[in-house]
C-alpha cells in the first residue's frame, strides 16, 4: 500500500547553489544530509521542508564509483538540471515492489546502497517513482520560514498523451485513489487528479485541442521532452499574485 508522497527530487549540478537559493529566496527550511548520504550513497542530498505538501528534495553526484552519483551523472549529462524522481513510501517497499510487479509495473532489482525500490519510468508515463519505508526522512514540527513562506509542494503536474490512460496506472496499478478524468474546454485538455494518502496531488494532463495555449505548452513539452514531470505547484500564506518561474531546469508555479 502507498502511504504518501514525501517529496520530489530535482537533480543540480552545484548543491551549494541549489541549497542556498532554496534557503535564502525561496525562504525555506534546508537540511543538508550530505555528510551521511554523501558516504553511503555517493550523492549530496539536502532536503526544502515547508510546511504542507511534499518536500522538495536537492540531489547532485558526488562519487563516480557508487550506483546513485552515476545514475544523477547520466541524467544530467542527458538533460541537464530538473526533475528528477518522485518519491513515495510504503510499509515495506520490497513487499509492495512485489505487488506491484503482480500488476504490470516495471520495478527494478534494489539498487547498491539504495534504501527504495523503483519503477521504470516506462510504466508510469515517463516519471521514475522510488518507493521508500514510510517516515523515510523526519519532518521538523515547526520548520523555519521566511517570507514569501512558500508551502511545500501541491501539485505535480505530469504531462501524459492519454490522462484517463495514465490514470489507469496509477488507481490500479499503484493503488493511489483518483477523480475520474474532467475535460477542461477552455484549456484545451483532459485532467485526471490522483491524490496520495499524504503530501500534494498528481494531476495527469494531455492536451486535447492545441488552439487553446496551455494545450500548446503541454503539446511542445511532449514534444520536446515527452512524459514526465511538468510542473510543480506551491503556494504561499502570504497572498502573493499568481506568477510561474523557473529554476534547476523545474518549472515552478505559486498560486
Given amino acids: 500500500?502507498?502511504?504518501?508522497?514525501?517529496?520530489?527530487?530535482?537533480?543540480?549540478?552545484?548543491?551549494?547553489?541549489?541549497?542556498?537559493?532554496?534557503?535564502?529566496?525561496?525562504?525555506?527550511?534546508?537540511?543538508?544530509f550530505s555528510p551521511e548520504t554523501v558516504p553511503s550513497l555517493g550523492a549530496?542530498?539536502?532536503?526544502?521542508q515547508p510546511v504542507g505538501g511534499s518536500n522538495i528534495e536537492l540531489m547532485a553526484p558526488s562519487n563516480p564509483n557508487e550506483p546513485l552519483s552515476q545514475a544523477l551523472q547520466k541524467f544530467l549529462d542527458?538533460?541537464?538540471?530538473?526533475?528528477?524522481?518522485?518519491?513515495?513510501?510504503?510499509?515495506?517497499?520490497?513487499a509492495?515492489?512485489?505487488?506491484?510487479?503482480?500488476?504490470g509495473i516495471k520495478v527494478l532489482p534494489l539498487m547498491r546502497?539504495?534504501?527504495?525500490?523503483?519503477?521504470?519510468?516506462?510504466?508510469?508515463?515517463?516519471?521514475?517513482?522510488?518507493?521508500?519505508?514510510?517516515?523515510?526522512?523526519?519532518?521538523?514540527?515547526?520548520?523555519?520560514?521566511?517570507?514569501?513562506?512558500?508551502?511545500?509542494?501541491?501539485?505535480v503536474v505530469v504531462a501524459t498523451r492519454d490522462a484517463s490512460l495514465a490514470g489507469d496506472v496509477y488507481t490500479q496499478?499503484?493503488?493511489?485513489?483518483?477523480d475520474p478524468p474532467q475535460m477542461d474546454t477552455d484549456n484545451g485538455i483532459i485532467s485526471c487528479i490522483v491524490r496520495p494518502p499524504k503530501g500534494g496531488l498528481i494531476e495527469l494532463v494531455s492536451p486535447i485541442?492545441?488552439?487553446?495555449?496551455?494545450?500548446?505548452?503541454?503539446?511542445?513539452?511532449l514534444g520536446s521532452k515527452g512524459e514526465g514531470i511538468?510542473?510543480?505547484?506551491?503556494?504561499?500564506?502570504?497572498?502573493?499574485?499568481?506568477r510561474d518561474f523557473k529554476m534547476f531546469g523545474t518549472s515552478f508555479s505559486i498560486s
Avoid: W
Avoid at 542527458?78 to 520490497?94: T, W
Avoid at 509492495?96 to 500488476?103: I, K, N, P
Avoid at 511538468?230 to 499568481?242: R, V
Fill in 44 to 48: 549530496h542530498v539536502g532536503m526544502c
Fill in 209 to 221: 485541442d492545441v488552439s487553446k495555449q496551455p494545450a500548446q505548452e503541454l503539446e511542445s513539452f
Fill in 96 to 103: 509492495e515492489a512485489e505487488t506491484l510487479l503482480r500488476r
Fill in 1 to 32: 500500500m502507498i502511504t504518501s508522497m514525501p517529496r520530489i527530487a530535482i537533480a543540480v549540478s552545484d548543491f551549494e547553489q541549489a541549497m542556498t537559493t532554496f534557503k535564502n529566496q525561496m525562504g525555506m527550511h534546508v537540511v543538508d
Fill in 78 to 94: 542527458r538533460r541537464g538540471e530538473g526533475i528528477y524522481a518522485m518519491m513515495l513510501e510504503s510499509p515495506d517497499p520490497n
Fill in 113 to 155: 546502497g539504495a534504501g527504495g525500490r523503483d519503477i521504470h519510468p516506462s510504466s508510469t508515463h515517463g516519471v521514475l517513482i522510488r518507493i521508500y519505508p514510510d517516515d523515510s526522512v523526519a519532518q521538523p514540527e515547526n520548520p523555519s520560514s521566511a517570507s514569501p513562506h512558500y508551502t511545500g509542494i501541491q501539485r
Fill in 173 to 178: 496499478g499503484l493503488g493511489l485513489a483518483s
Fill in 230 to 242: 511538468m510542473a510543480l505547484h506551491l503556494s504561499t500564506s502570504e497572498g502573493a499574485p499568481q
